[in-house]
């Protein structure tokens, strides 16, 4: 049975990634390895919690001698790794935090996989789960590719770039069998509501205004969380090491165009009339450093492992709004800090 180790998989990502491996893969063992920051959220599991082949771990990737001696106990075969601290606006007020969790804590992972692996790297597989934002921001044209240069230009984005080069340079220097996947902005079910799309959900629910920054003109490429999922599944499994490869929707939006749209969607769905929601936009101060576009060319991942999303946006924008209105609960347990308590009921008092 392979050991696996997923990082971060109480959060947005990571769980829809358990879910799916855990499911898919009942020869794995899906070990969940998770700080449970105020971003992870173990209810976002429950319905696989009980499965034979998935045990979850609460442990800090910042602390090297803690995660050196779960290398040694469990002995992973494989490591997919997403823990980070993710929000741009929280990396503006607190960069420290981003270079502990996304540098230090990525490579305590690496230094850790490389002293259990030595050198024998058969079989054995560490996915580093990076983001587009590295490379920095568009103008008009044009679109990231895996030759672009990086250019990150928040803290977020420069722990994230900077985690990537560690990465790349384990590969080079200790030959650690490594790939790296660079993904354009996410959306469904399971998101902490302090990013776009479930706040703006949330805020319409409650008619709350919907802060939008500057103009609403910044553009940005929404792929649907489980492909970004299946992706990673592909290329864990079909990559060669060393490889980089960009996952994106080919589906950018500008920001004030896609809020309208959810406005509209909204209103249907909460029998308003139709323009309400729209009455709650207020433009508020731009974020600094504020990227003006990202795009994402994944014909790589297309040409070489025949990866495309499966749900077009329409769609998916749908799903998720439904998905966010069918579980108001989740919603009200994650913005009043009630699922901070699931992990006392479910795993402490056991
Ligand atoms: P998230 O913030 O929802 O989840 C992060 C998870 O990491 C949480 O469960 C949190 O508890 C855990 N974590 C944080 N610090 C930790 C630590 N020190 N030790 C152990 N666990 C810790 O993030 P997400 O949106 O699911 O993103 C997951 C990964 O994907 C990140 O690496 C992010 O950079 C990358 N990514 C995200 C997007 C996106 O649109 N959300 C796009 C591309 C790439
Ligand atoms: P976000 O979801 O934070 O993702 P990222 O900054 O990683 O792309 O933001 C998406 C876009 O929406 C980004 O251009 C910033 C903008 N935005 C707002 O206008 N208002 C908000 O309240 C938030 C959270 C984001």
Redesign the pocket.
């Known amino acids: 049975m392979k050991r696996m180790l997923i990082?971060?998989g109480?959060?947005?990502?990571?769980s829809h990634l358990v879910r799916l491996f855990v499911n898919k893969y009942p020869d794995y063992h899906i070990y969940n390895?998770?700080?449970?920051?105020y971003?992870?959220n173990l209810l976002n599991l429950k319905d696989i919690e009980e499965k034979p082949n998935y045990s979850f771990i609460k442990?800090?990737?910042?602390d090297g001698v803690f995660i050196i001696k779960l290398f040694e106990d469990y002995k992973f075969d494989a490591v997919i790794h997403?823990?980070?601290?993710?929000?741009v606006d929280r990396s503006i007020s607190n960069p420290l935090e981003f270079v502990m969790?996304n540098v230090v804590?990525t490579v305590n992972l690496l230094n850790a996989a490389k002293h259990i692996w030595k050198n024998n790297f058969d079989g054995k597989r560490f996915y580093h789960?990076?983001?587009d934002e590295v490379y920095g921001s568009l103008g008009e044209d044009g679109m990231f590719t895996e030759q672009t240069a990086y250019d990150p230009h928040s803290p977020y984005s420069a722990s994230?770039a900077s985690s990537d080069h560690f990465v790349r340079a384990y590969h080079d220097t200790y030959e650690l069998p490594v790939v790296i996947s660079n993904?354009?902005?996410?959306y469904g079910s399971f998101q902490?509501p302090e990013?776009l799309i479930p706040l703006f959900i949330n805020n319409i629910r409650h008619n709350k205004p919907l802060p939008v920054y500057g103009k609403g003109e910044n553009i940005r490429d929404w792929l649907w969380v489980e492909d970004h999922a299946r992706a990673i599944d592909v290329i864990f499994h079909q990559s060669a090491n060393g490889k980089t490869y960009n996952i994106g929707g080919h589906n950018e939006w500008k920001n004030i165009d896609l809020i309208k749209v959810m406005c509209r969607i909204m209103d249907r769905k909460l029998g308003r009339a139709e323009g309400t929601s729209q009455n709650l936009i207020t433009y508020v101060k731009d974020r600094a450093g504020h990227d003006l576009r990202y795009a994402i060319d994944s014909t790589l991942l297309q040409k070489d492992l025949n990866w495309t999303p499966s749900l077009q946006f329409e769609e998916g924008i749908e799903k998720t709004i439904d998905w966010y209105l069918a579980n108001q609960i989740w919603l009200d347990d994650v913005t009043s800090g009630d699922y901070l308590k699931y992990y006392e009921k479910q795993y402490v008092s056991r």
């Open positions: 990082t971060g109480a959060g947005f990502i990571g390895l998770d700080k449970l920051t971003a992870g442990g800090d990737i910042v997403l823990a980070a601290e993710s929000h969790t804590g789960v990076s983001t994230k993904c354009s902005n996410n902490f990013k």
